[in-house]
């Protein structure tokens, strides 16, 4: 959760842009769900096992869930933008570097 949260503020800081928001309060929500309702809940767990504290776990992880769920589909677009970017702008090389540099290796071997 740590690296997530680093990487959604560089990428907000580089990136201003509303999908990147989005990010960083889904990634807040988690956090804050998290530090309010999950760790006091299995702190109680881990004292007194009582089947009220496990559905009320499972209840209050449904917002983590939703909040990750929504995360992966914003991930999955991002990612998919960047592909469909990378396509248009992609230019081949007219010659393939290794092709061009076993070439040189070769010729400066052979005298």
Known sequence: MTIELITGI???YNYPENLYIINIIL??????NTI???VPIHLKLMS????KLI?????????????WT????LVGYIIWE?????????KPLEQP?????????NHNTIR
């Open 55 to 67: 559905t009320k776990v499972i209840r209050t992880n449904w917002i983590r869930t939703l909040c």
């Open 97 to 105: 570097l290794i092709q061009k540099y076993y070439h040189q290796i």
């Open 10 to 12: 560089i990428l907000l």
């Open 27 to 32: 990634i807040a929500l988690i956090w804050l």
């Open 36 to 38: 309010l309702f999950q």
């Open 82 to 90: 960047l592909i469909i970017y990378l396509k248009k702008t992609y």
């Open 70 to 73: 929504a995360k992966t589909l």
């Open 48 to 51: 007194e096992g009582s089947p």
